[in-house]
């Protein structure tokens, strides 16, 4: 499938090694799928060789950790908080805390309590796992164009920027891991598109502003044939930018004489089709789009069709800040095989969903070969960045097997959240930000909150809205005023839904104002469909948009 892409006559050699390293380590990626045990073992040997003789492995006593039973039996399972105080001491200046390899900067991400976590990168961490698991994945992505011939303007990479770091946890800079500043050499990820003028951008750049000049117009003469991200909502906010300048792209291509005729052809499909641009009328050799496409993900497949008609799509690894747990090698729709070489990865089989409970720390777990087709795990992952053991409350269903390696599909996560494109709301970060807004409406830090809670809607893009018992005691109090402090406070509490938000993949949270004793109206409604009544309890957040129909169908709103 390779050998037309890498044509020596048709590709600078620069591309043609860059291809070829693409293609060896996704050969290498399914061969460790084929035969993944000693693989296993030799990623266990390298993330106890990197914490043995640190502060957390003398406190945990590895050095006389033999296998992987001895280092389960030393090592309980972990939340975050129970790393916060290593992180600290890394923040402090510390070296030798968490990884012989010293931390050169903080992924940082939000919890599920919304407060920020600072996840250790080292070198050794990017350049032995991060750095070869993007080669292999991005092998895939040009295998799946086939016959295609690949440049370096041939790709939109939309999964991560270079921008400068700008905010720093002690003397340590921290970044979002889309945000990295640089890279640190060939085995680490760097493709040949690493100095374009699109890839680099400035932290403070509006994701419309950045689509529209350097994505749409910039590149709107060159041969684009595949695009990846990470989430599917840049993908649908690209599309969406690019149809709300389709007149301002067309008069600016008019404005240079080397892109006029550019300029001509789409205007004439815009007449012709009486709709506004599509990527594939821009590129019209566009053929592969890559994002997540499962969980919460999967709501996007319809739009994504509709936006990139007859464009493939090839699902991105599962990949957390904390580290990878899936890479694709094959064209299954939403899932990939568990990487093994990527850290060690146990599981835990999930009954309830639904169940937010931290796990035991002395709970039993299984490895790879352990589990069981049909079923549904939670995830406790150790990497070599010093994290070992976390509870990461990611559930993976087994959907098959890849050789002798699971195929994984990612269900979402254990206990009350909601997330479309990853900022992970929390019921407590719903109470936080409404509580914060009603103190300064009302200029008063005493209150009394009325009943309210926030639903998740799907649209395009997706939000959320938040219904509130409107007392007359408010009617001088403007709704709008209100949406605009509680959108205020959750951009201020979880710095993911604020992300989400600056980069158009959420609209703004929607108020709306309902009867006084609402729900209870709606607990007796839901007893009366036959809801045991141990079973009717209020929720801040819910898990879908079953409350609203049931708000409409009680008049319930106050229709203002």
């Known amino acids: 499938?390779?050998?037309?892409?890498?044509?020596?006559?048709?590709?600078?050699?620069?591309?043609?090694?860059?291809?070829?390293?693409?293609?060896?380590?996704?050969?290498?990626?399914?061969?460790?799928?084929?035969?993944?045990?000693?693989?296993?073992?030799?990623?266990?040997?390298?993330?106890?060789?990197?914490?043995?003789?640190?502060?957390?492995?003398?406190?945990?006593?590895?050095?006389?950790?033999?296998?992987?039973?001895?280092?389960?039996?030393?090592?309980?399972?972990?939340?975050?908080?129970?790393?916060?105080?290593?992180?600290?001491?890394?923040?402090?200046?510390?070296?030798?805390?968490?990884?012989?390899?010293a931390p050169l900067a903080f992924y940082q991400t939000s919890g599920t309590s919304g407060k920020a976590k600072y996840i250790p990168v080292t070198r050794h961490w990017r350049e032995k796992y991060r750095g070869p698991a993007l080669y292999a994945q991005w092998g895939l992505y040009f295998e799946g164009l086939k016959n295609v011939t690949i440049s370096r303007n041939s790709v939109l990479d939309l999964s991560w920027k270079r921008c400068q770091a700008r905010l720093y946890a002690g003397a340590i800079p921290r970044y979002s891991i889309t945000q990295r500043p640089a890279s640190l050499g060939n085995?680490?990820?760097?493709?040949?598109?690493?100095?374009?003028?699109?890839?680099?951008?400035?932290?403070?750049?509006?994701?419309?502003?950045?689509?529209?000049?350097?994505?749409?117009?910039?590149?709107?003469?060159?041969?684009?044939?595949?695009?990846?991200?990470?989430?599917?909502?840049?993908?649908?906010?690209?599309?969406?930018?690019?149809?709300?300048?389709?007149?301002?792209?067309?008069?600016?291509?008019?404005?240079?004489?080397?892109?006029?005729?550019?300029?001509?052809?789409?205007?004439?499909?815009?007449?012709?089709?009486?709709?506004?641009?599509?990527?594939?009328?821009?590129?019209?050799?566009?053929?592969?789009?890559?994002?997540?496409?499962?969980?919460?993900?999967?709501?996007?497949?319809?739009?994504?069709?509709?936006?990139?008609?007859?464009?493939?799509l090839i699902p991105f690894s599962t990949t957390s800040t904390e580290g990878i747990v899936t890479i694709p090698v094959d064209y299954h729709s939403s899932a990939g095989p568990l990487a093994v070489n990527q850290g060690i990865h146990e599981f835990i089989e999930v009954k309830d969903m639904s169940d937010s409970s931290a796990v035991c720390p002395s709970s039993e777990t299984l490895l790879y070969k352990e589990l069981e087709m049909g079923k549904t795990y939670r995830l406790v992952m150790s990497q070599a960045n010093g994290l070992c053991r976390l509870d990461m409350a990611d559930a993976y269903k087994v959907i098959g097997w890849v050789g002798k390696s699971p195929r994984l599909e990612f269900v979402?996560?254990?206990?009350?959240?909601?997330?479309?494109?990853?900022?992970?709301?929390?019921?407590?970060?719903?109470?936080?930000?409404?509580?914060?807004?009603?103190?300064?409406?009302?200029?008063?830090?005493?209150?009394?909150?009325?009943?309210?809670?926030?639903?998740?809607?799907?649209?395009?893009?997706?939000?959320?809205?938040?219904?509130?018992e409107w007392s007359d005691s408010y009617k001088d109090y403007s709704i709008e005023k209100f949406s605009f402090l509680v959108e205020k406070a959750m951009q201020e509490i979880n710095c993911e839904y604020a992300h989400k938000r600056h980069t158009c993949r959420l609209r703004k949270i929607k108020v709306l104002p309902i009867k006084e004793?609402?729900?209870?109206?709606?607990?007796?409604?839901?007893?009366?469909?036959?809801?045991?009544?141990?079973?009717?309890?209020?929720?801040w957040l819910q898990k879908d948009g079953n409350i609203l129909s049931l708000v409409q169908q009680l008049d319930l709103g106050l229709g203002w």
């Open 1 to 101: 499938m390779y050998k037309s892409s890498i044509e020596q006559n048709k590709v600078s050699p620069y591309t043609t090694s860059f291809l070829s390293k693409n293609k060896n380590y996704l050969d290498l990626q399914r061969k460790i799928c084929a035969n993944p045990e000693q693989t296993f073992f030799n990623t266990f040997v390298d993330i106890l060789a990197q914490s043995r003789s640190t502060l957390f492995g003398k406190d945990h006593k590895l050095s006389s950790c033999r296998n992987i039973n001895d280092f389960r039996r030393a090592v309980p399972i972990r939340q975050y908080t129970d790393f916060e105080h290593y992180i600290n001491q890394i923040i402090d200046g510390y070296n030798g805390v968490l990884t012989e390899s």
């Open 412 to 468: 979402g996560r254990v206990g009350f959240h909601s997330s479309f494109t990853g900022e992970k709301l929390s019921e407590d970060n719903i109470y936080s930000a409404v509580t914060t807004a009603f103190q300064r409406t009302l200029n008063t830090e005493t209150i009394i909150l009325p009943m309210f809670t926030c639903v998740p809607v799907w649209d395009r893009p997706p939000g959320y809205t938040l219904a509130v």
């Open 517 to 539: 004793k609402s729900f209870n109206k709606i607990a007796d409604e839901l007893s009366r469909q036959g809801t045991s009544i141990s079973q009717v309890k209020h929720h």
């Open 187 to 312: 085995s680490d990820w760097m493709p040949p598109w690493y100095d374009e003028e699109w890839f680099v951008s400035d932290n403070d750049e509006k994701f419309k502003e950045v689509a529209k000049q350097k994505y749409l117009l910039n590149l709107s003469d060159s041969d684009v044939k595949i695009i990846v991200s990470v989430n599917p909502s840049r993908l649908t906010a690209l599309a969406e930018v690019l149809a709300d300048n389709t007149e301002w792209i067309i008069s600016k291509l008019y404005e240079r004489p080397s892109t006029r005729s550019k300029a001509k052809l789409l205007n004439n499909i815009v007449q012709s089709t009486q709709h506004p641009l599509r990527p594939n009328n821009l590129w019209p050799n566009l053929s592969l789009i890559s994002c997540w496409n499962s969980a919460s993900a999967r709501f996007y497949q319809p739009w994504l069709q509709e936006l990139y008609p007859e464009v493939n």
